[in-house]
């Protein structure tokens, strides 16, 4: 006979038990333990179950929640714990056996009713624990977002984010206790937000508008969107390597010689689920590199400090790597013995024993080589000219 499971988490909205279905309420009524953050504690009834306050940082918990193996414990979460919330956490953490989730509905969902927007045509992002920078993609005209921020003063600091990225005309909905009888809903612009006491818990509707640049979705940003100190893959040839290295939804690629980090960043980009390692050697770089990251919004990139191939040993295995910088014959040696058979591998070359490498390479594992030459017009004089840039190479092949 399969073992009932020791742990139920239930989503408790802000009108706490009377918002409950029967199955939540059964599962309550046989608690011998309770635990959650105060705020959920509070919303209860009188009970006979021991009560235990979730303890900050979340991650505390989880030991102290495998401690009460063997009793029947409740754990309380906001709306559907599995939508941002602590559920996956919990399921990471224990057996499936032993837990099971009674959702509620979502802020997401309350938010999106209470807009009349469709869920589904709505981006719904977490903010609570991560910095606002993570908007910075979806900052477009007809885009509508539902962001939970982490508390009141978080709303303030949202307008001044949007006025600063050039977003001031945005149309805010500011949600407070939804779904509770504490319910208060403020529409206003991002540009008239003023510091107030907006109560947690609190998310805001968002329908970004305003002069701000918008980030395009095909490969090849405009130059001036990234922060660099003249290094950097230009967006012409940045669009036909990203191209070439062709990322795939939750692939991961190694960004070798990452300057300032353009190329990761773009590959993190293109998916939501696809990761990055950009590895280099300069220190001042990989503060660039940060920068550029999290100035637009990408959480997925892990920057390695130090001299490839020296730091790619021990690495996570790669689906595709880029070579921008470096290229050596003992850099594709050792590539050759670190990764695995089908990895994409492409690199870019501008001096003659670069080219020399890379067309030896071609000759003996196949794949493409490119040769790209770009030129921009110029003024010459009172007259206009083509400029050349470095004629690059670039081979690209599987291993």
Not at 126 to 142: D, Q
Request: hydrophobic share 45%; aromatic share 6%.
């Amino acid at each position: 006979m399969t073992k009932a499971p020791w742990i139920t988490i239930i989503g408790l909205g802000e009108d706490g038990p009377d918002g409950l279905p029967p199955a939540s309420h059964k599962a309550l009524a046989a608690a011998e333990v309770i635990m959650a953050p105060r705020r959920h504690l509070s919303l209860l009834a009188e009970t006979t179950a021991r009560l235990i306050e979730w303890p900050v940082p979340f991650s505390d918990g989880i030991g102290l929640l495998a401690s009460l193996r063997g009793q029947k414990v409740v754990v309380l979460a906001s709306g559907d714990p599995f939508w941002f919330g602590a559920g996956s956490v919990i399921a990471r953490e224990f057996e499936a056996g032993e837990w099971r989730c009674l959702p509620a509905p979502s802020t997401f969902s309350r938010a999106a009713s209470h807009m009349g927007w469709a869920i589904d045509q709505t981006i719904c992002l977490g903010l609570h624990a991560a910095p606002l920078t993570r908007l910075r993609p979806f900052l477009a005209p007809h885009l509508q977002l539902v962001v939970l921020l982490r508390d009141g003063d978080a709303v303030h600091a949202l307008a001044q984010y949007l006025q600063g990225e050039g977003f001031g005309e945005s149309e805010l909905t500011v949600m407070e206790a939804l779904g509770g009888p504490r319910e208060k809903c403020t529409s206003l612009r991002a540009d008239d937000v003023q510091p107030r006491a907006f109560q947690h818990p609190v998310c805001v509707a968002l329908k970004p508008k305003g002069a701000g640049a918008v980030l395009p979705v095909a490969a090849g940003l405009p130059d001036a969107i990234f922060e660099t100190d003249g290094v950097m893959t230009k967006r012409p040839v940045r669009a036909v390597t990203l191209s070439s290295l062709a990322p795939k939804p939750g692939e991961l690629l190694w960004d070798i010689g990452g300057g300032s980090g353009s190329i990761g960043i773009e590959w993190l980009l293109a998916h939501r689920a696809c990761r990055a390692i950009s590895v280099e050697p300069r220190a001042d770089r990989v503060r660039l590199i940060e920068h550029n990251a999290a100035a637009l919004g990408v959480d997925r990139l892990r920057v390695v400090h130090g001299e490839a191939p020296d730091v790619l040993t021990g690495l996570p295995s790669p689906d595709a790597v880029f070579i921008g910088g470096g290229i050596s014959a003992e850099m594709m040696d050792a590539l050759v013995g670190l990764l695995p058979a089908g990895t994409r591998i492409v690199a870019n070359a501008v001096t003659l024993e670069a080219e020399r490498l890379l067309a030896e390479t071609h000759a003996r594992k196949g794949g493409e080589l490119l040769r790209i030459d770009v030129s921009t017009a110029q003024p010459l004089g009172a007259k206009t000219a083509w400029k050349p840039s470095y004629p690059l190479v670039q081979w690209s092949g599987v291993l």
